[in-house]
């Protein structure tokens, strides 16, 4: 079953703008990753949050984690076109066999020049 | 370091006959491998994982099968293709915390 539920479905924005996205969950984890996809590509690996942090960054990207609420946001400051792509939420769960990611359905960013 | 590989990118095929998928992995020993589907538009859905060779646990009932005959080779296989078993198909492997993904083989049957 999914774990993961990321909103929106599709953001477009201009470039310089920020891109939020945000990633809720349903049982309780171990870390949260969030990949990229370009279109018709493999899935990138962009940043780890574990569950006993707050606030992560790296770059131009700033992930946070409410466990309190199960959900995770990823923000995209000063966007791209180069950004464009869609964004996955997935989450490590607690006593998880296996090591399984669980892989929201994904937000779709459009980057205007 | 470490890659991936996976093969073919694109496959055509028609419904009933068989499948065979295959993803290595270099530079690691006793990944974690999994493979996934991909549907047009949506999110990743996991169909297998192993944490060894023989080892492989199936997430979904479904017309495809799994092999691991060597610690860094992974098959997704079918007997006899289904229309709906059309998709991306994506190996990955895990040895700590993040995955590291194929390209992916993106199936259609006809």
Partial sequence: SQQGEEDPQALSIQEGENATMNCSYKTSINNLQWYRQNSGRGLVHLILIRSNEREKHSGRLRVTLDTSKKSSSLLITASRAADTASYFCATDRIYNQGGKLIFGQGTELSVKP | ?110
């Fill in chain 2, 1 to 110: 370091s470490q890659t991936i590989h996976q093969w073919p990118a694109t496959l055509v095929q028609p419904v009933g006959s068989p499948l065979s998928l295959e993803c290595t992995v270099e530079g690691t020993s006793n990944p974690n491998l999994y493979w996934y589907r991909q549907a047009a538009g949506r999110g990743l859905q996991l169909l297998f994982y192993s944490v060894g060779i023989g080892q492989i646990s199936s997430e979904v009932p479904q017309n495809l099968s799994a092999s691991r005959p060597q610690d860094r080779q992974f098959i997704l296989s079918s007997k006899k293709l289904l229309l709906s078993d059309s998709g991306f198909y994506l190996c990955a492997w895990k040895v700590y915390t993040e995955a590291f993904f194929g390209q992916g083989t993106r199936l259609t049957v006809v």
